[in-house]
Nanobody, 124 residues
Framework: QVQLVESGGGSVQSGGSLRLSCVAS????????MAWFRQAPGKEREGVAT???????TYAASVKGRFTISRDNAKSTLYLQMNSLKPEDTAMYYC??????????????????WGQGTQVTVSS
């Protein structure tokens, strides 16, 4: 029984910041990769950032230098610090995970577990 629960979304003005959190439960294997995805209405879900159990990360080009993904393994929590937000960052943000492996991927097909999403809205 794996469950991912996101929080921290909201509405901010351009240039503002938000920090998203995702609490994971039910994992029996300490080796698991996690990621943040986002999806705007009418658009495909896209990978934002991903991190494995030892802290290796990768980012989408559109968020490099602005977003930072991190995890606290002791608290089973994933974070996404979002700075210098732009209107084009507006989307539903989802937490995703895959257990038993440490490979990284920004493809949604790679992940097996998903959270319910948290809305981020950036106004101009």
């Amino acid at each position: 029984q794996v469950q991912l629960v996101e929080s921290g979304g909201g509405s901010v003005q351009s240039g503002g910041s938000l920090r998203l959190s995702c609490v994971a439960s039910g994992y029996t294997d300490s080796r698991h990769s996690m990621a943040w995805f986002r999806q705007a209405p009418g658009k495909e879900r896209e990978g934002v950032a991903t991190i494995n159990s030892v802290g290796t990360t990768t980012y989408a080009a559109s968020v490099k230098g602005r977003f930072t993904i991190s995890r606290d393994n002791a608290k089973s929590t994933l974070y996404l610090q979002m700075n210098s937000l732009k209107p084009e960052d507006t989307a539903m943000y989802y937490c995703a995970a895959r257990s038993g492996i440490s490979w990284l991927s920004l493809s949604p097909l790679y992940y097996t577990d998903w959270g319910q999403g948290t809305q981020v809205t950036v106004s101009s």
